[in-house]
Nanobody, 129 residues
Framework: QVRLVESGGGWVQAGGSLRLSCAAS????????MGWFRQAPGKEREFVAG????????HYADSVIGRFTISRDNAKNKVYLQMNSLKPEDTAVYYC??????????????????????WGQGTQVTVSS
């Protein structure tokens, strides 16, 4: 069983930055692809960013390219989401997720919600205009 705990959410003005962290309680963290998804009120959960087990591949939703950066530290069992130039439309609950089923053949697979096996509880990000 994998437990994922997100932190770092909060309230920020438009144009500001936040750094989300996700701590994973698993011995083989370095074998998991990781992702961040978000869900705004009344909307479906959507892909934000994904990273392969070795950090060799990353992939982003078009709406966050150039503003968000995903990274991981396998020695610390953590994955991060650095969010800059935040916009009100980034307001959502952000979820960390882990997958053992990412084949590595295509970065586009990282945006496929069905490959992810474990989810955190989420952390709220609110961006005011």
């Amino acid at each position: 069983q994998v437990r994922l705990v997100e932190s770092g959410g909060g309230w920020v003005q438009a144009g500001g930055s936040l750094r989300l962290s996700c701590a994973a309680s698993v011995r083989t963290f370095s074998s998991y692809a990781m992702g961040w998804f978000r869900q705004a009120p009344g909307k479906e959960r959507e892909f934000v960013a994904g990273i392969s087990a070795t950090s060799a591949r990353t992939h982003y939703a078009d709406s966050v390219i150039g503003r968000f950066t995903i990274s991981r530290d396998n020695a610390k069992n953590k994955v991060y989401l650095q969010m800059n130039s935040l916009k009100p439309e980034d307001t959502a609950v952000y979820y960390c997720t882990a997958s053992t089923r990412y084949s590595g053949s295509s970065v586009y697979d990282l945006r496929n919600r069905s490959i992810y096996d474990y989810w955190g509880q989420g952390t709220q990000v609110t961006v005011s205009s």
